[in-house]
């Protein structure tokens, strides 16, 4: 650990650097926090780096990541550890849509977002978790998503990434209790960003500002789950009693 390393200083690690959500996490925990965007390309974070700079980190930091290099999550991790101290808080704010139409005749690409949103969130999560188990404290939030909660034919494969997640983190929720850890899921419904630009919203979407907020105030209080907007909760339960002729026309 360098000389300017303090295992008291907030450490905040934005795994995903470059999201727009996960971004405006990093300038809501930003203020007195040493702030870290973690992204592949990481010396092109400029704007994300001004951003949570001008909401008063007291330092903003990049590294190196590459999120589908599973073997390579723990020496990040300790990279992280030696160069600025302990974890407090990890955000794993990567992830990708994939492309539905794609996946079904290109199963390389049906995998690779399964990679991506679930094995490669499973192998960060468990590294984390054993990190901050060993430190004693720390604070994880990882993103669920309604397209988890029952597949949907327009988008199974990135909905199946996300039920398999959601079921790893609740199992890793249960696994923590007890201890200083606190794992917060995030299971939003539609949000407008870069993303999901070329795509119709969905009823009662969100912006990335919108998640960001409600998973700060989630974690401030403690809690284990948020669903954002709080109306897609119910949603979730009404979805498990549609036919199933009918849900397969439903869309993304």
Partial sequence: MNDTADTNRRVVVIFGGRSEIGVEIAVRLAPGAVVVLAARRAGQLAEQVAAVRAAGAAEVHTHEFDADDVAGHAHVVEALEAEHGPIDTAVLAFGVLGDQARAEADPAHAVAVVHTDYVAQVGLLTVLAE??????????????????????????????????????????????????????????????????????????????????????????????????????????????????????????
């Fill in 131 to 252: 990190r901050m188990r060993a430190t004693g404290r720390g604070r994880l939030v990882v993103f669920s998503s309604i397209a988890g909660a029952r597949a949907r034919r327009a988008n199974y494969v990135y909905g199946s990434a996300k039920a398999g997640l959601d079921a790893f983190a609740s199992g890793l929720t249960d696994a923590l209790h007890g201890t200083s850890v606190q794992l917060l899921i995030v299971r939003p419904g539609f949000v407008i960003g870069r993303m999901t630009q070329s795509m119709e919203p969905a009823p009662f979407p969100s912006t990335p500002a919108q998640v960001a907020e409600a998973t700060v105030k989630a974690l401030a209080r403690g809690k284990r789950a948020v669903w954002v907007p709080w109306v897609i909760r119910p949603m979730i339960f009404v979805t498990r009693f549609v036919p199933r002729p009918i849900w397969r026309k439903m869309p993304r």
